[in-house]
Structures are given as structure tokens and as C-alpha cells.
């Protein structure tokens, strides 16, 4: 049984803000050891005439990548590396996916998520995999150039 990944009204990222006037609004729910969140390729998300734009896709799995970090593990990270998006086909507009992120090869201070993109028949449509720094509430600070952490994070890093 899927269990939703609780999310604030106030998030204000593009990709999972809930209340986001523009944003992608995707929400997640995990299932044993994947995350996943369904993206509706609409016509406001178009890039050429009836397709989806590929740099939506790739937002929307980026946001997925971030999410199974989160909701596998309870923390964040600081993206360190991300593949290409490997597209296996355009995606029609009105199209529906599911895009569901699992880990792979953890490591005490990196984590690697693989996301993949399916279509309503269950085929592939796109992949691309997300590596993480997982630093010290201090180093990540430092690195993401924070004077205090940002609400609603002060539970997703070790102290």
C-alpha cells in the first residue's frame, strides 16, 4: 500500500509547491522502496505542437530524484552530478506518466537515484539518474550559502 509523503502548502519550489500558481504541483507517495508521482503532460506544458516539453520531463524527474532521496531516506541532499535525460520517445500531450525513483548503490555520505518515466501501458518512456552529496547540517549551510536553515528542513539533515 502507497503512503503520501507529506508536504507543506507553503513549499514555494516549482516542481512539488502544492499551491505553486505555475508550478508542476506533483505530489509523491511511496511504495516499499520506490517514489512515485503521476505527471500529466497537459497542453499549458507544451513544447512542439502536441508534445510534451522535454525540459518539464526533466524537471519533473529531477523533483522525483529529490523526493526518493527524501522520502527513502527522511533527509536532503546536495545534487552532486545528474545524467542527460534519456528520452525513448516524445510524449503526447493529454499523455498521463508515472515517474518513480528508487536507490541505488547507497554510500554512507553519497546517495544514487535512478528515476524512470512510464507511460500508461507501462512501457518506458524516459530515464536519468540524480548522485548526492549527504553532508553534515553544517556543510550543507555552508554549501547552499544559508545563514539558518530554510523552514521546513530543520528535520531533513543530521545535526
Known amino acids: ?3 503520501p509523503l507529506e508536504n507543506t502548502p ?7 509547491g502544492p499551491e505553486h500558481p505555475t508550478g508542476l504541483r506533483l505530489a509523491f507517495e511511496r511504495e516499499g522502496d520506490i517514489v512515485r508521482t503521476r505527471f500529466e503532460a497537459t497542453a499549458s506544458r507544451e513544447g512542439w505542437p502536441d508534445r510534451l516539453h522535454s525540459g518539464l520531463l526533466y524537471l519533473a524527474m529531477l523533483e522525483t ?6 522520502g527513502l531516506g527522511g533527509r536532503v541532499g546536495i545534487p552532486a552530478r545528474t545524467s542527460a535525460l534519456d528520452a525513448k520517445r516524445w510524449v503526447a500531450t493529454g499523455e498521463t506518466l508515472i515517474l518513480a525513483g ?5 554510500r554512507e555520505r553519497e546517495a544514487a537515484i535512478l528515476v524512470e518515466a512510464k ?10 539518474s540524480r548522485e548526492y552529496d549527504l553532508p553534515s547540517r553544517a556543510e550543507f549551510l ?3 550559502g544559508y545563514e539558518r ?11
Open 65 to 70: 530524484a529529490n523526493w526518493t532521496l527524501y
Open 142 to 144: 555552508r554549501r547552499m
Open 149 to 159: 536553515m530554510p523552514a521546513g528542513f530543520e528535520d531533513a539533515l543530521p545535526p
Open 10 to 16: 507553503g513549499n514555494p519550489c516549482v516542481g512539488c
Open 102 to 106: 528508487r536507490a541505488v548503490a547507497p
Open 1 to 3: 500500500m502507497a503512503t
Open 119 to 128: 507511460d500508461a501501458t507501462g512501457a518506458s518512456v524516459a530515464s536519468l
